[in-house]
């Protein structure tokens, strides 16, 4: 079993900057993809920012230019630098990951329990 434990979440300011963490642990041979998803009240969940396990990245439109995300291999860590922030960017956010727990190719996907994102003054 595969475990993901988001930190780093809180209530900042427009303009504002925050760093979310997310940290795999249990059995885990490889991570394919890496990313950050968010769901504001009242909407569907949305993807923010991806990342390959080559270092391809992915971003919303919404975030473009605001948000980086990176990961840590040797950790099995995924980060989001959220830049800028906007009162719109308030939400519950979770990291996804797509593990392979052993080597025999078969992978699934696994979810944190989300951090909520607060952007007010």
């Known amino acids: 079993q595969v475990q993901l434990v988001e930190s780093g979440g809180g209530l900042v300011q427009p303009g504002g900057s925050l760093r979310l963490s997310c940290a795999a642990s249990?059995?885990?041979?490889?991570?394919?993809?890496m990313d950050w998803y968010r769901q504001a009240p009242g909407k569907e969940r949305e993807l923010v920012a991806a990342?390959?396990?080559?270092?391809?990245?992915n971003y919303g439109d919404s975030v473009k230019g605001r948000f980086t995300i990176s990961r840590d291999n040797a950790k099995n860590t995924v980060y989001l630098q959220m830049n800028s922030l906007k009162p719109e960017d308030t939400a519950v956010y979770y990291c996804?990951?797509?593990?392979?727990?052993?080597?025999?190719?078969?992978?699934?996907?696994?979810w944190g329990q989300g951090t909520q994102v607060t952007v007010s003054s």
């Open positions: 996804r990951m797509i593990v392979a727990p052993t080597s025999n190719a078969y992978e699934y996907q696994y």
């Open positions: 249990g059995s885990i041979f490889s991570i394919n993809v």
């Open positions: 990342i390959t396990s080559g270092g391809s990245t």
